[in-house]
């Protein structure tokens, strides 16, 4: 007890680490709570994080900066017209189109099931079938019943989009435009010991920007890498399974895993045990190679290295906390314990010796 009495009294004798802690509590406390309230503030500040790195390019370019959001929010504008008048019609039919035929893909896959008992008797008994078909049966039924609640609750959903493509826009120029008012206007406000606090988020700040424009790019080559390759195989789904493999980069390790598993069952409903499909299996493994020791290593050479342990700890817990945000920000969250535990002790250390 002395030897925690003693650490609490260290660390809030000094007024930096004392606000530090409280403004981190406030921080999480205020996602926590207001996380959904505040998603298009949130994804409006991931793209305005986004956008910096080009407008930054821009003025050292010798544009001022008005000049340099204006172009590149302009470009960015004319993006999403293109994915939403261009890819998200595609989506769209791909995805009804899978959806009407799942039950033929069930059809067919039971009926090779059933052929297993028949064929290795010794690995895989009646009843196992049986089992692995009812638990198929019920999770298609399952879903099923997900698409349809979803399909009602469509109305609502489109408002909310539509809602959210008149907000993000706008908080992401304000966001861009004046960004510095913004920054200097919360900094006034801080009270004078803060220096840890400026310490760790100049550090959080180089990561968070560096990651964001990292992953964004690492989505869009694998997104379109993959779709040329599916598509010039002819698989089916082509889009939508592409987009799914571009998707998974956001989950390092899981991501991939779990995208393969639909990506070669799809393959196989449509081949089966065929050439083309070992092809596309080869392409596949090709492309998860050089996304993980060529591109990942390229894009985040700046990106503090974490063990891979401490990232899936990361993920679990941050995407308990916030969903999608919390798995899409849990590297730079990571970061941000790796930089508060660096320089905690050292501070505190430094205070007692004075």
């Known amino acids: 007890m002395n030897i925690v009495a003693s650490w609490f009294k260290r660390t809030l004798s000094d007024p930096q680490v004392v606000f530090l802690a409280l403004l981190l509590v406030a921080l999480f406390a205020v996602v926590l709570i207001m996380g959904n309230m505040l998603a298009p503030v949130l994804a409006s500040i991931v793209i305005a994080y986004l956008l910096e790195g080009l407008v930054g390019h821009l003025q050292r370019r010798g544009l001022s900066r008005?000049?340099?959001?204006?172009?590149?929010?302009?470009?960015?504008?004319?993006?999403?017209?293109?994915?939403?008048?261009?890819?998200?019609?595609?989506?769209?039919?791909?995805?009804?189109?899978?959806?009407?035929?799942?039950?033929?893909?069930?059809?067919?896959?039971?009926?090779?099931?059933?052929?297993?008992?028949?064929?290795?008797?010794?690995?895989?008994?009646?009843?196992?079938?049986?089992?692995?078909?009812?638990?198929?049966?019920?999770?298609?039924?399952?879903?099923?019943?997900?698409?349809?609640?979803?399909?009602?609750?469509?109305?609502?959903?489109?408002?909310?989009?539509?809602?959210?493509?008149?907000?993000?826009?706008?908080?992401?120029?304000f966001f861009m435009k004046d960004k510095d008012l913004m920054i200097n206007w919360f900094v006034r406000r801080l009270p004078h010991y803060h220096g840890i606090a400026g310490n760790v988020w100049k550090d959080v700040d180089r990561q968070i920007s560096n990651y964001i424009r990292g992953k964004a790019w690492e989505i869009l080559i694998v997104w379109g890498v993959s779709y040329a390759t599916f598509y010039a195989f002819g698989l089916k789904y082509s889009m939508l399974l592409s987009l799914l493999v571009g998707l998974s980069v956001i989950i390092p390790y899981i991501g991939a895993v779990v995208v393969t598993v639909p990506l070669l069952l799809v393959a196989w409903f449509q081949w089966g045990w065929s050439s083309s499909f070992a092809w596309l299996g080869i392409a596949y493994a090709i492309i998860q190679a050089i996304d993980g020791n060529v591109l990942v290593p390229l894009i985040f050479s700046e990106v503090v290295n974490l063990h891979p342990v401490a990232i899936i700890v990361a993920i679990l817990v941050f995407g308990g906390l916030w969903g999608f945000w919390g798995v899409f920000f849990a590297i730079p969250l990571a970061t941000l314990v790796q930089s508060i535990l660096t320089a905690w002790p050292k501070r505190t250390l430094e205070t007692t010796q004075v």
């Open 66 to 173: 008005l000049a340099g959001v204006l172009v590149v929010y302009l470009l960015f504008l004319i993006f999403v017209t293109l994915v939403l008048l261009g890819v998200m019609p595609l989506l769209s039919r791909q995805v009804t189109d899978l959806v009407q035929q799942l039950p033929n893909m069930v059809s067919d896959g039971t009926r090779v099931l059933m052929d297993l008992p028949e064929r290795y008797p010794e690995l895989v008994s009646a009843g196992q079938v049986d089992q692995i078909i009812a638990s198929i049966r019920s999770e298609v039924v399952a879903f099923g019943q997900q698409v349809l609640s979803w399909s009602l609750a469509s109305v609502r959903s489109i408002i909310e989009i539509m809602v959210y493509l008149i907000l993000i826009p706008i908080l992401v120029f």
